[in-house]
């Protein structure tokens, strides 16, 4: 019980740990996307038989969305595939549905040159009837489907893709001949384009007040764009009644960016004042479009950079629809699922995957901040703080914003693997000299930040900053300022320690092992001992440890240890004493394993090795009552673990985003006079405050600290070290 509590506690520190300690989130957890987006439009969903049937299924339907469309249901060829014979079976059922669940539907769609009811062209003989016998064929269709369903429905895709896509325009081009804007459907060769106009007579005298919308594919594609915006101008100021514009949304995670979605949707509203996103989903290849060129495929993972390639993509179109709420009315995903995907499952294209479990997608879309949406960061950005020499980014802001920019001519994608909490990494954007950059979608936590570029699913280094160890390898690393950093600047009136590298050899590891000794100012100086003799000055010992993918470095470095010592001496808050930072054993630890973790190996290198070690070769007061320890994460484990299983080596015990104390768990009370825990705001504070409350009430000398506005980051244990040394060895 008591170690799963501990890896409870250590899970806690961090959800987005959770994962990667092999724990499912569920990001379904918290409202439905509908209700996320009250104040700005309905948010709808494709259905097929199954979603409505399914339980599981329509549980997700009525939680998640406000609008629902029949996939295929509803379809000309599906719902009257001959003259006189209607197929209302699942279409009733999907209508029902909603009628008994209060959802709105959009109808789609009225008239379409795919799944058409191709029987309107031709005669009982098969020969081609005239327009006008076409018209009265349509006209009865679209009445008798809007008025058997109008009751539910908000909104008709009346003429669905009836014009020509960019790579038409040039097929069959003939010298001389201007290329018709238009499909070359069958309803066009009959009728030209009033076929379009008529189909929208029919569904206004059918529903009156229902919405009517022209509904296509590729709309950001600048010339279908236009073709679109001259055909709908043209059709309303001849009067037909066409209210908005629908968008199908067929991207993928490479395109468009928003800067084309914004330019289509600036043009639609300069003709129509509602537009649609009809069909959205994105898939993981370069194909776009409502036609399907690469074929499906079996259903293989996603690598984890385009999961978060996507995550983006749609994180940056739903900030593009949110910002035209005046004209964006409904956005609905084609499809509950990837496994009812169009684009086969191989796509991975909706937020819930084939098991119908919401991805991290579906929490990004939803948590969304609306103040962020509409701050524009400060353009106060400096170069930061722990980049190479001469390097110019990454930079940051005043407000904690960070700036990133990689050249990569020929790269797809690349990604930064910081950003908002939550999400997957910043993804940059490519201009047209094959530099990449980008800005974080919101300011960082202050302080430290490891983080490493993905580029085309290739983990690398960015090139402007230093490295630094963590996550099991040398990463690069961000200084986000924040207002109290003096206690670990670097003062240049005062005196300094020093930190050396010290070598011992581990027999029970079998090979040399390696410490980082800060060693405050004077180290060495004659002092008159007890005795009255001279002596060197001896002093405490810290034994400090890193988390999980660090090592004996990441104190000294990114923690700046020596600094916040130095400063703490400097300013007589502290006694001097020696800080050593060891490499902890934590490398080799396997995810998942947290229940098992028992750190026998480290309390063995460092009581039987290490200890002894630093006490011959420095001028240490080798007792328990000037020997502390103390570590971060995952060291904080270490020090849990070895603090109560050997009381009689330290004397004081530090816990930092490393778990909690419970009074029962301390066997021998008397073995500890002080306890420090501590973690930031964004962890488990109220662990922490409980914790502490309980071991003052049992009689210990406890302390605790909780880092505001930090998470699982280094300054909230710079800030844990600069509290407890105060308290350390008194
Ligand atoms: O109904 C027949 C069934 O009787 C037969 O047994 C089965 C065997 O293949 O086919 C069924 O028809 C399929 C139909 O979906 C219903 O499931 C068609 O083969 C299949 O081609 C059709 O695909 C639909 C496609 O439109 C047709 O173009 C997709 O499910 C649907 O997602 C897709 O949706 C379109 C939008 O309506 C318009 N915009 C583009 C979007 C994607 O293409």
Same mark, same amino acid.
């Given at each position: 019980m008591k170690k799963i509590f501990l890896a409870l506690s250590l899970v806690a520190v961090s959800m987005s740990a959770s994962a990667q300690w092999g724990r499912p989130v569920d990001y379904a957890a918290g409202p439905g996307l509908k209700d996320a987006y009250k104040d700005y439009f309905t948010i709808g969903v494709a259905v097929n038989k199954f979603n409505i049937s399914d339980p599981v299924q329509t549980a997700i339907i009525k939680k998640q969305f406000s609008s629902v469309t029949a996939e295929n249901a509803w379809k000309p060829g599906e719902i009257h595939p001959k003259e006189g014979v209607w197929n209302f079976g699942l279409a009733d059922s999907i209508a029902n549905f909603c009628r008994e669940n209060g959802i709105k539907m959009r109808g !789609? *769609? %009225? *008239?379409? !040159?795919?799944?058409? &009811?191709?029987? #309107?062209?031709?005669?009982?003989? @098969?020969k081609p009837v005239k327009k006008e016998v076409f018209y009265q064929r349509l006209r009865e269709h679209i009445h008798t489907v809007v008025n058997r369903y109008k009751d539910v429905v908000y909104a008709w895709d009346v003429v669905n893709e009836a014009m020509a896509d960019d790579n038409m325009m040039f097929r069959g081009f003939r010298p001389g001949v201007k290329p018709s804007p238009y499909r070359q459907s069958r309803h066009f060769e009959l009728c030209g384009d009033e076929f379009i106009a008529k189909a929208f007579e029919f569904a206004r005298e059918a529903d009156p007040t229902g919405v009517l919308i022209y509904n296509d594919y590729s709309c950001v594609d600048e010339g279908k764009r236009e073709r679109i915006y001259n055909m709908v101008k043209k059709m309303k100021d001849a009067g037909v009644p066409i209210d908005g514009i629908g968008m199908q949304g067929h991207y993928n995670i490479y395109f468009p960016d928003e800067d084309q979605l914004e330019k289509a949707i600036n043009r639609f509203s300069e003709i129509v004042n509602i537009i649609h996103i009809t069909e959205l989903d994105l898939r993981t290849n370069t194909e776009s479009g409502g036609q399907l060129m690469f074929s499906r495929g079996e259903a293989k993972p996603l690598p984890a950079y385009m999961q978060t390639l996507q995550e983006d993509q749609y994180a940056r179109l739903f900030k593009v629809f949110r910002k035209h709420k005046d004209v964006i009315k409904n956005v609905t995903f084609w499809n509950l699922s990837d496994k009812d995907s169009w684009l086969g499952t191989n796509n991975h294209p909706l937020p819930f995957d084939e098991n119908f479990k919401a991805k991290r997608s579906l929490q990004i879309i939803r948590d969304f901040d609306p103040v962020l949406d509409a701050h524009q960061p400060k353009e106060d950005f400096v170069p930061n703080s #722990?980049?190479?020499?001469?390097?110019?980014?990454p930079m940051v802001n005043s407000e904690g914003y960070a700036r990133f920019r990689v050249e990569a001519p020929d790269a797809k994608s690349v990604i930064v693997? %910081?950003? %908002?909490?939550?999400?997957g990494g910043t993804v940059l954007r490519k201009d047209k000299n094959g530099v990449w950059t980008g800005t974080t979608d919101g300011p960082m936590d202050p302080g430290f930040h490891y983080y490493h570029l993905t580029i085309d699913g290739g983990v690398f280094n960015d090139p402007g900053t230093n490295n630094y160890f963590g996550s099991c390898r040398w990463e690069s690393g961000i200084e986000i300022p924040v207002a109290d950093q003096d206690f670990y600047a670097y003062r240049k009136d005062i005196n300094h320690g020093n930190i050396q590298q010290v070598t011992f050899w581990s027999e029970s590891t079998g090979k040399m092992q390696t410490a980082n000794v800060y060693l405050p100012y004077g180290y060495g100086k004659m002092v008159k001992g007890k005795n009255g003799k001279m002596t060197q000055e001896r002093y405490p010992v810290l034994y400090l440890q890193h988390g999980w993918g660090e090592n004996e470095t990441s104190w000294p470095v990114q923690g700046k240890a020596g600094l916040i010592m130095d400063n703490l001496i400097a300013d007589g808050k502290i006694k001097p004493f020696i800080v050593v930072m060891a490499? @902890? %054993?934590?490398?080799?630890f396997k995810f998942g394993t947290i229940g098992r973790f028992e750190a026998k190996e480290f309390e063995k290198l460092l009581i039987d090795e290490l200890i002894p070690h630093i006490d011959k070769n420095f001028l240490t007061k080798a007792d328990k009552w000037n020997r502390a320890m103390a570590g971060l994460s995952m060291g904080g484990m270490e020090t849990k673990l070895i603090t109560l299983r050997?009381?009689?080596?330290?004397g004081y015990w530090g816990l930092l985003s490393g778990g909690t104390y419970m009074p029962e768990e301390i066997k021998a009370p008397k073995a500890v006079k002080y306890i420090f825990e501590g973690c930031g705001d964004k962890e488990n504070p109220e662990g922490i405050n409980k914790s502490v409350e309980a071991l003052k009430a049992a009689g210990f000398k406890a302390e605790g600290l909780v880092s505001e @506005?930090? &998470? !699982?980051e280094f300054l909230t244990w710079r800030r844990c070290l600069e509290k407890m040394a105060q308290s350390l060895f008194k």
């Amino acid at each position: 019980m008591k170690k799963i509590f501990l890896a409870l506690s250590l899970v806690a520190v961090s959800m987005s740990a959770s994962a990667q300690w092999g724990r499912p989130v569920d990001y379904a957890a918290g409202p439905g996307l509908k209700d996320a987006y009250k104040d700005y439009f309905t948010i709808g969903v494709a259905v097929n038989k199954f979603n409505i049937s399914d339980p599981v299924q329509t549980a997700i339907i009525k939680k998640q969305f406000s609008s629902v469309t029949a996939e295929n249901a509803w379809k000309p060829g599906e719902i009257h595939p001959k003259e006189g014979v209607w197929n209302f079976g699942l279409a009733d059922s999907i209508a029902n549905f909603c009628r008994e669940n209060g959802i709105k539907m959009r109808g !789609h *769609c %009225l *008239c379409w !040159h795919s799944q058409f &009811a191709d029987w #309107m062209f031709t005669d009982k003989k @098969g020969k081609p009837v005239k327009k006008e016998v076409f018209y009265q064929r349509l006209r009865e269709h679209i009445h008798t489907v809007v008025n058997r369903y109008k009751d539910v429905v908000y909104a008709w895709d009346v003429v669905n893709e009836a014009m020509a896509d960019d790579n038409m325009m040039f097929r069959g081009f003939r010298p001389g001949v201007k290329p018709s804007p238009y499909r070359q459907s069958r309803h066009f060769e009959l009728c030209g384009d009033e076929f379009i106009a008529k189909a929208f007579e029919f569904a206004r005298e059918a529903d009156p007040t229902g919405v009517l919308i022209y509904n296509d594919y590729s709309c950001v594609d600048e010339g279908k764009r236009e073709r679109i915006y001259n055909m709908v101008k043209k059709m309303k100021d001849a009067g037909v009644p066409i209210d908005g514009i629908g968008m199908q949304g067929h991207y993928n995670i490479y395109f468009p960016d928003e800067d084309q979605l914004e330019k289509a949707i600036n043009r639609f509203s300069e003709i129509v004042n509602i537009i649609h996103i009809t069909e959205l989903d994105l898939r993981t290849n370069t194909e776009s479009g409502g036609q399907l060129m690469f074929s499906r495929g079996e259903a293989k993972p996603l690598p984890a950079y385009m999961q978060t390639l996507q995550e983006d993509q749609y994180a940056r179109l739903f900030k593009v629809f949110r910002k035209h709420k005046d004209v964006i009315k409904n956005v609905t995903f084609w499809n509950l699922s990837d496994k009812d995907s169009w684009l086969g499952t191989n796509n991975h294209p909706l937020p819930f995957d084939e098991n119908f479990k919401a991805k991290r997608s579906l929490q990004i879309i939803r948590d969304f901040d609306p103040v962020l949406d509409a701050h524009q960061p400060k353009e106060d950005f400096v170069p930061n703080s #722990m980049n190479q020499p001469g390097q110019e980014y990454p930079m940051v802001n005043s407000e904690g914003y960070a700036r990133f920019r990689v050249e990569a001519p020929d790269a797809k994608s690349v990604i930064v693997s %910081l950003g %908002l909490g939550g999400r997957g990494g910043t993804v940059l954007r490519k201009d047209k000299n094959g530099v990449w950059t980008g800005t974080t979608d919101g300011p960082m936590d202050p302080g430290f930040h490891y983080y490493h570029l993905t580029i085309d699913g290739g983990v690398f280094n960015d090139p402007g900053t230093n490295n630094y160890f963590g996550s099991c390898r040398w990463e690069s690393g961000i200084e986000i300022p924040v207002a109290d950093q003096d206690f670990y600047a670097y003062r240049k009136d005062i005196n300094h320690g020093n930190i050396q590298q010290v070598t011992f050899w581990s027999e029970s590891t079998g090979k040399m092992q390696t410490a980082n000794v800060y060693l405050p100012y004077g180290y060495g100086k004659m002092v008159k001992g007890k005795n009255g003799k001279m002596t060197q000055e001896r002093y405490p010992v810290l034994y400090l440890q890193h988390g999980w993918g660090e090592n004996e470095t990441s104190w000294p470095v990114q923690g700046k240890a020596g600094l916040i010592m130095d400063n703490l001496i400097a300013d007589g808050k502290i006694k001097p004493f020696i800080v050593v930072m060891a490499y @902890g %054993l934590t490398n080799d630890f396997k995810f998942g394993t947290i229940g098992r973790f028992e750190a026998k190996e480290f309390e063995k290198l460092l009581i039987d090795e290490l200890i002894p070690h630093i006490d011959k070769n420095f001028l240490t007061k080798a007792d328990k009552w000037n020997r502390a320890m103390a570590g971060l994460s995952m060291g904080g484990m270490e020090t849990k673990l070895i603090t109560l299983r050997r009381p009689e080596v330290f004397g004081y015990w530090g816990l930092l985003s490393g778990g909690t104390y419970m009074p029962e768990e301390i066997k021998a009370p008397k073995a500890v006079k002080y306890i420090f825990e501590g973690c930031g705001d964004k962890e488990n504070p109220e662990g922490i405050n409980k914790s502490v409350e309980a071991l003052k009430a049992a009689g210990f000398k406890a302390e605790g600290l909780v880092s505001e @506005g930090t &998470a !699982h980051e280094f300054l909230t244990w710079r800030r844990c070290l600069e509290k407890m040394a105060q308290s350390l060895f008194k």
